[in-house]
């Protein structure tokens, strides 16, 4: 039985992941949750620092660069990793996809490279799963967007976040944080809980039965959002939906020694 111990070192408004052991395909898991537990609270960046893990195998990396992919979709971050040994790196290299991750020589010029982007705006808010929390999630995407000065969004993003929230009110039944991100031109909305079970889109004219209301939500975050889904946290889950803003910048890369942050 192999071991892997992961260690959050920081988690906002950089994370900090440092990975100790062995990684195989019977510790990935560990990992990823770890990993997605720290995403779910929005970094502008997720640094793995690898300097002190043995890589099995590429298999048991796959996860580790399909997390880079989705994390620029959702929370819209970069994920940095550094320290990695060469027979580790010919790994990544080999499994990598279109748009592999930052590579860094050390934590430090990870460290300095995220620092230097642009600190992304946040917000956050915490509900109960009462039967005000909807409408109290809508007064606060209103009011943000406005500060933002992304009202032209606003209406369309009070209906996302109430659409969130009154799922997790209505089928989590638990405790809730809203966090609202302006990356670039997108606008991140994300509802955590401590429900584990995910969400799941409805097939395609399956959205009656005894559940048809929340198909039916899903159903329209389809339609109202450029993407959304679902991912699993240590203690539940992060739903999440990004919506594009007219009229600002998109993403722009961003130099940096030894990778690319952007």
């Given at each position: 039985?192999?071991?892997?111990?992961?260690?959050?070192?920081?988690?906002?408004?950089?994370?900090?992941?440092?990975?100790?052991?062995?990684?195989?395909?019977?510790?990935?898991?560990?990992?990823?949750?770890?990993?997605?537990?720290?995403?779910?609270?929005?970094?502008?960046?997720?640094?793995?620092?690898?300097?002190?893990?043995?890589?099995?195998?590429?298999?048991?990396?796959?996860?580790?660069?399909?997390?880079?992919?989705?994390?620029r979709?959702?929370?819209g971050?970069?994920?940095?990793?550094?320290?990695?040994?060469?027979?580790?790196?010919?790994?990544?290299?080999?499994?990598?996809?279109?748009?592999g991750?930052?590579?860094?020589?050390?934590?430090?010029?990870?460290?300095?490279?995220a620092?230097?982007?642009?600190?992304?705006?946040?917000?956050?808010l915490?509900?109960?799963?009462?039967a005000?929390?909807?409408?109290?999630?809508?007064?606060?995407?209103?009011?943000?967007?406005?500060?933002?000065?992304?009202?032209?969004v606003?209406?369309?993003a009070?209906?996302?976040?109430?659409?969130?929230?009154?799922?997790?009110v209505?089928?989590?039944?638990?405790?809730?944080?809203?966090?609202?991100?302006?990356?670039d031109?997108r606008?991140?909305?994300?509802v955590?809980?401590?429900d584990?079970?995910?969400?799941?889109?409805?097939?395609?004219?399956?959205?009656?039965?005894?559940?048809?209301?929340?198909?039916?939500?899903?159903?329209?975050l389809?339609?109202?959002?450029?993407?959304?889904?679902?991912?699993?946290t240590?203690?539940?889950?992060?739903?999440?939906?990004?919506?594009?803003?007219?009229?600002?910048?998109?993403?722009?890369?961003?130099?940096?020694?030894?990778?690319?942050?952007?």
């Amino acid at each position: 039985m192999t071991t892997l111990v992961c260690r959050v070192l920081s988690r906002l408004p950089v994370a900090h992941v440092a990975l100790y052991g062995t990684l195989d395909t019977g510790s990935t898991v560990r990992m990823m949750v770890t990993l997605r537990d720290c995403l779910a609270e929005a970094p502008s960046v997720l640094i793995v620092d690898m300097q002190y893990v043995t890589v099995a195998d590429e298999a048991s990396l796959r996860p580790l660069l399909e997390l880079v992919a989705d994390a620029r979709t959702w929370p819209g971050a970069r994920v940095a990793l550094c320290c990695a040994t060469p027979a580790a790196k010919a790994m990544i290299a080999a499994a990598a996809m279109k748009e592999g991750p930052d590579m860094y020589p050390d934590v430090t010029s990870a460290t300095d490279a995220a620092r230097s982007l642009p600190l992304s705006v946040r917000d956050v808010l915490t509900l109960l799963p009462a039967a005000e929390a909807p409408a109290r999630s809508r007064r606060f995407t209103h009011d943000t967007c406005a500060r933002w000065g992304i009202g032209r969004v606003g209406n369309l993003a009070e209906l996302v976040t109430s659409e969130l929230v009154t799922n997790a009110v209505m089928h989590a039944r638990t405790a809730m944080t809203v966090t609202l991100r302006l990356v670039d031109n997108r606008l991140h909305v994300a509802v955590r809980d401590g429900d584990p079970r995910p969400m799941q889109r409805p097939a395609p004219g399956n959205a009656g039965g005894p559940q048809d209301e929340h198909g039916r939500g899903l159903l329209l975050l389809d339609a109202m959002t450029d993407s959304w889904g679902c991912n699993p946290t240590a203690d539940g889950k992060v739903v999440w939906a990004s919506i594009a803003v007219p009229g600002r910048p998109a993403a722009a890369g961003h130099a940096a020694t030894g990778g690319v942050l952007g």
